[in-house]
């Protein structure tokens, strides 16, 4: 059993850790209330923006189909006008930080799965992710990634940008990345960045027609362009929500933990306390006896 001052030292130390979670975890709460309010505000517009393309891309499908004749694109398919490497990549959204719960470990399990079942490229964004798939002993030695240093509390345009530039090239992009359900539950997720256009659920035989300025493969090409970026863009914005919620629960059960073990040290500093009194009682009593 420790003595007292052992103990004090442990209180002494547990408290300051408590202080320092507790500060952490209201920066958490700060940074997730913004990118919430944020996230929320966007995924209207996204959705709105991407009806669009699908009414566009359905109401003017032979022209479409015309114009990628003359551009002599092989899958037409496919309905892009945008060219592309016909290959796939797996990005992984992880952070540079730990203190984030078990929702990143969780990220990259479900994404080092779907890489070794399949030939992807990948890239992985953030320090634990890059550390983690570099020290998982089931991946092949060497195996080529890209990878991306991004921030945890902001999402600086320039790094944003030149990973779009080293991601539009791809026939197809799954990102995989933590997705706030509520703060207590946050789950791994997967999106298809091309894919999840389908899911708007517009008719093949739209009616909706639009004035073009100044062209209609111009507009499409934006359209291709503006909706990759704003849905990966609100992808990272997600990830950050889920993160900073994930934080947020991990530092609360740390907090709880710490004040258990708090308890369980003044518990036994009262003993340690209350048995110096008794031996200093049962010496005055022996002492007494003797005279």
């Known amino acids: 059993m420790l003595n007292k001052q052992q103990l004090n030292q442990e209180?002494?130390?547990l408290n300051d850790m408590r202080d320092l979670?507790?500060?952490f975890e209201e920066i958490a709460v700060g940074r997730m209330r913004k990118i919430r309010a944020s996230v929320l505000k966007n995924r209207e517009f996204i959705t709105?923006?991407?009806q669009i393309y699908q009414e566009v891309k359905s109401s003017y499908r032979n022209e479409l189909i015309l114009i990628m004749k003359q551009?002599?694109?092989q899958d037409l398919s496919k309905m892009s006008l945008i060219s592309r490497n016909g290959k796939s990549v797996a990005v992984l959204l992880s952070t540079n930080t730990g203190l984030y719960g078990s929702i990143v470990r969780e990220t990259y399990k479900s994404f080092v799965d779907f890489a070794r079942r399949t030939k992807s490229d990948i890239v992985i964004i953030g320090k634990l992710g890059k550390v983690m798939f570099e020290a998982d002993p089931q991946n092949s030695k060497g195996q080529t990634y890209e990878y991306f240093d991004f921030p945890d509390t902001e999402i600086k345009e320039?790094?944003?940008t030149k990973?779009?530039?080293s991601l539009v090239k791809y026939?197809?992009?799954l990102v995989f990345y933590g997705q706030f359900q509520n703060v207590v539950v946050q789950k791994p997720a997967i999106l298809d960045i091309y894919g999840n256009e389908a899911k708007i659920g517009i008719d093949q035989d739209s009616n909706v027609k639009y004035f073009f300025e100044p062209s209609l493969e111009k507009i499409v090409i934006f359209f291709e362009t503006q909706i990759f970026s704003s849905i990966f863009n609100q992808t990272l914005h997600e990830s950050n929500l889920a993160k900073n919620a994930a934080r947020i629960l991990a530092l609360d059960t740390a907090t709880e933990s710490v004040k258990d073990q708090?308890?369980?040290f003044e518990l036994e500093k009262r003993i340690v306390k209350h048995r110096v009194l008794n031996k200093k009682q049962l010496d005055s009593l022996s002492g007494m006896s003797l005279w």
């Open 163 to 165: 990973l779009l530039e």
């Open 48 to 50: 709105g923006l991407t």
């Open 71 to 73: 551009k002599k694109v």
């Open 21 to 23: 979670m507790l500060a």
């Open 158 to 160: 320039d790094l944003s």
């Open 262 to 264: 708090l308890s369980k």
């Open 171 to 173: 026939e197809k992009i």
């Open 11 to 13: 209180i002494e130390q």
